[in-house]
């Protein structure tokens, strides 16, 4: 009997570890061949804005994990992300807000004030490339999103820049990172 319930606690101890330890879900995979590309266009010589321009150019990334052993509620989820970028193409200068959003798979308009992650940060596209990173912690709709295993993710450009001269400019990215990290309930 003193076995047996030496066994119960034990086993309940356990349980109760595992629902707080934090668990790491890495969804670079998921993006396949989309995380990596450019944005491109023609810029005049003199001011260049950038409100609105999204990466991927094509629209948000679409993320369906749907097929990961992953618990099936979560009690608060984090989104960690790396993004190396580089400019080409006509001297810039200045610098440009970047801002990360995701959102549940299916709206239309991903960039909402509810979907954003986090504070946006600045890009100096003279420095030629760079790497941002980010993580923010998801809100109640976001980690809903999260539980039914599909999202989407883009990130979205402001502001205004100087181009020395008028020409095509290019913006290359690649997504090092993209982690989940997420606590079961």
């Known amino acids: 009997m003193h076995r047996l319930r030496f066994l119960l606690l034990v086993g309940a101890g356990l349980l109760g570890?595992?629902?707080?330890?934090?668990i790491t879900l890495d969804l670079l995979g998921h993006l396949g061949s989309r995380k990596s590309?450019?944005?491109?266009?023609e810029v005049p010589r003199g001011t260049v804005a950038?409100?609105?321009?999204?990466?991927?150019q094509e629209g948000p990334w679409g993320l369906d994990f749907s097929g990961q052993n992953?618990?099936?509620?979560?009690?608060?989820?984090?989104l960690t992300y790396a993004v190396a970028l580089a400019t080409s193409g006509p001297g810039?200068?200045?610098t440009v807000t970047v801002q990360a959003y995701l959102a549940p798979a299916g709206v239309t308009d991903v960039v909402q004030e509810r979907y954003?992650?986090?504070?946006s940060q600045a890009l100096d596209l003279?420095?030629?490339s760079l790497e941002?990173?980010?993580?923010?912690?998801l809100s109640a709709e976001q980690v809903a999103a999260v539980n039914d295993k599909k999202v989407q993710v883009v990130l979205v450009l402001g502001g205004t820049a100087t181009a020395a001269e008028g020409g095509t400019l290019r913006l290359d990215y690649e997504v090092k990172k993209l982690l989940l990290s997420f606590t079961v309930i």
Request: proline share 7%; glycine share 16%; with cysteine.
């Open 116 to 119: 954003r992650l986090g504070a």
């Open 50 to 56: 950038f409100d609105g321009v999204t990466l991927p």
């Open 126 to 128: 003279g420095a030629g």
């Open 70 to 78: 992953v618990p099936v509620s979560f009690k608060s989820v984090r």
């Open 92 to 94: 810039l200068s200045g």
């Open 132 to 137: 941002l990173e980010g993580s923010a912690d």
């Open 37 to 41: 590309g450019s944005y491109s266009r």
């Open 17 to 22: 570890a595992c629902a707080i330890l934090p």
